[in-house]
């Protein structure tokens, strides 16, 4: 990109978006939350520090910027500079040529519209509400938000708010406040509205729910909830993904969410029925004595269930399984019925057309989730039927 004598550039160049000129000087350190740097040229191997107005003022000899000009960058790279910068320019002008318009926009400026529409819808307001709400619109389908936001009391609130009160030279809050200031603000909130849930365990104890889930991206995570009379309460999710999720490793979370707690507050721990959950329950109660395992109950209850229709259970329970197992044959015929709507496209969109409702896939993990899914067919039953005998 320039002459031989320049030498090689940073290697962490940030993106494709990023001025070009930063590829020809090598960032050390930042300083703020702005574009402030300190940096080494690439050229001279001088250490300075500021924005990028004043990379560019020492690279290209742009004077009375507060910054020395560069005496080893030559003029061959300072027009091979130059060119990158100018056309780094261009497309940023290029962008914003292309913004479209609103549809209020579409003919003639607002301004203009107002002073040649009707006294009455001016007097009403009429064109400003018109272009507010395209601007909202706008920003809904450019930031792909979901439409039930506009159902958000907070979001509705927030600009009656701004209707109501006549609030001078107001910016709404940038990236950096929501994610940090505002974020740290609301957190502090809810922690002052949950100290009365933490001040009543010392009196009535607290006990500590531990669940395995995974979220929509497939990591897998353990969250922990403590309960009580008054409610429960989230205390923290762990990301376990590249984790061995032995006893050790959950036996070694559960420590650290009831020393959280305080152990003097905790009654009992209660997981699901997974052999590596009860030998973690183990270690808990051989550190404290005064803490207790315990299985959840509704997945004791759901395991019993899948046992007594199990074909596993034919020779040890013979008179259970010749009563129930007809449980087991008609939950695989109803799991071949959903299978067979919802694996095709157009079987799907058929079966929409008899019924508003829609198919529903129960967890194995689901209390009774035969019984759910069931039941959950017999609602379908005229449906399924006519969709059957139809001549599609």
């Not at 560019?56 to 910068?85: N, Q, Y």
């Not at 929509?216 to 990301?239: D, E, S």
């Not at 152990?263 to 404290?288: D, R, Y």
């Not at 129960?362 to 059957?388: H, W």
């Amino acid at each position: 990109m320039a002459s031989s004598s320049r030498p090689a550039t940073s290697s962490a160049t940030s993106s494709t978006d990023e001025p070009p000129l930063w590829e020809f000087v090598t960032k050390i350190e930042k300083h703020g939350t702005g574009g402030t740097w300190k940096f080494t040229c690439n050229f001279c191997g001088e250490q300075r520090q500021g924005s990028y107005s004043r990379v560019k003022a020492h690279l290209l000899g742009i004077k009375g910027v507060g910054i020395a000009i560069c005496k080893k960058a030559t003029m061959v790279d300072k027009i091979k500079m130059r060119k990158l910068e100018d056309s780094y320019e261009e497309k940023k002008d290029a962008s914003k040529a292309k913004e479209v318009g609103l549809p209020c926009e579409a003919t003639l400026g607002l301004k203009k519209r107002i002073t040649i529409s009707n006294p009455m819808i001016r007097a009403y307001g009429v064109e400003i509400r018109d272009q507010l709400d395209e601007e909202i619109a706008r920003m809904f389908y450019t930031g792909g938000l979901p439409f039930n936001l506009a159902r958000n009391p907070h979001f509705q609130r927030a600009f009656e708010f701004a209707a109501t009160n006549k609030i001078e030279g107001y910016i709404p809050p940038s990236y950096n406040k929501l994610r940090a200031t505002l974020l740290q603000k609301e957190k502090e909130n809810v922690h002052k509205l949950l100290e009365p849930i933490r001040l009543s365990w010392k009196e009535k104890g607290v006990s500590i729910v531990s669940d395995g889930w995974s979220d929509p991206t497939r990591k897998p995570l353990i969250n922990f909830m403590a309960t009580l009379g008054n409610g429960p309460m989230f205390i923290k999710a762990v990301n376990c993904f590249g984790e061995v999720k032995d006893k050790f490793f959950i036996a070694n979370l559960m420590k650290e969410v009831i020393n959280e707690i305080g152990h003097e507050n905790v009654v009992q721990v209660i997981t699901g029925n997974a052999p590596v959950c009860k030998a973690a329950g183990e270690l808990i109660m051989s550190e404290f004595s005064d803490i207790y395992w315990t299985s959840c109950v509704v997945h004791t209850l759901n395991l019993a269930l899948k046992n007594i229709c199990s074909p596993i259970n034919a020779e040890t329970n013979e008179t259970a399984y010749d009563e129930c197992h007809w449980i087991n044959d008609i939950h695989l015929d109803a799991i071949a019925i959903k299978n067979y709507i919802m694996n095709h496209g157009m079987r799907l969109s058929m079966f929409s057309k008899f019924t508003p409702l829609r198919l529903i896939s129960i967890a194995d993990t689901r209390f009774a989730s035969i019984i759910v899914m069931l039941k959950r067919l017999k609602l379908f039953k005229i449906p399924l039927q006519e969709m059957v005998i139809s001549e599609e």
